[in-house]
């Protein structure tokens, strides 16, 4: 059984920041990349940053400059640093891992931007 976690969610002000974390434990071999994607009300989920086993990184281009992605092999964990959020930046953030046979999912972390 593996678990992921998100936490660090939670209301701020445009301008703002606010630092995601995602742990995954469990039973598994090893994890091949981890990503954040989120899901604002009424659309669809969407990728928004990556990064795999040998830190290459993605950011969708509404984030570029403003997100940043990073892990800690060690401890299966990637953090997402969100600096100077949009109100349109507000949504559920979903953490998932892959290992080379699936795909693990948390459960969420709402982050809610105000203008």
């Known amino acids: 059984q593996v678990q992921v976690v998100e936490s660090g969610g939670g209301l701020v002000q445009a301008g703002g920041s606010v630092r995601l974390s995602c742990a995954a434990s469990?039973?598994?071999?090893?994890?091949?990349?981890m990503a954040w994607y989120r899901q604002a009300p009424g659309k669809q989920r969407e990728l928004v940053a990556s990064?795999?086993?040998?830190?290459?990184?993605y950011y969708t281009d509404s984030v570029k400059g403003r997100f940043t992605i990073s892990s800690n092999k060690a401890r299966n964990t990637v953090y997402l640093q969100m600096n100077d959020l949009k109100p349109e930046d507000t949504a559920v953030y979903y953490c998932?891992?892959?290992?080379?046979?699936?795909?693990?999912w948390g459960q969420g972390t709402q982050v809610t931007v105000s203008s």
């Open positions: 469990g039973s598994f071999f090893s994890i091949n990349h």
């Open positions: 990064i795999t086993r040998s830190d290459t990184t």
């Open positions: 998932n891992a892959a290992t080379d046979s699936r795909v693990y």
